[in-house]
């Protein structure tokens, strides 16, 4: 449904930035690419966190924090491959967007 659908977006935004700091030429057709990736599972279920919203750092765009609904925010330094919570010492977890200062 609409989870599944962003979820799809969002990795294929992933895919996208990866490729494109991976230094792949810009002449390449990306829908093509898309197409061949299929949606799995890699956790220990199909439940899970939901992520509210993201941004990424214009300058830096390896740079992106996530808000996940019940978990808070986390970053990840490396587009996506890698993510660590940033949100460790709130006092609440919930969160329902996320904002990068762009200057």
Do not use: C, H
């Not at 969002?10 to 990306?30: C, E, H, K, N, P």
């Not at 941004?55 to 740079?63: R, T």
């Amino acid at each position: 449904m609409f989870f599944s659908k962003f979820l799809r977006v969002f990795i294929a935004i992933i895919f996208i930035t990866s490729l494109m700091l991976s230094g792949v030429a810009w002449a390449q057709d990306y829908a093509e690419i898309i197409k061949t990736l299929k949606m799995r599972a890699i956790g220990p279920a199909i439940m899970g966190g939901r992520v509210v919203d993201f941004a990424i750092v214009e300058n830096n765009p390896a740079v992106i924090y996530a808000a996940v609904g019940p978990s808070g925010v986390f970053k990840s330094e490396n587009s996506g491959v890698t993510w660590d919570s940033v949100f460790d010492r709130e006092n609440t977890v919930a969160v329902g967007a996320v904002a990068v200062s762009q200057s």
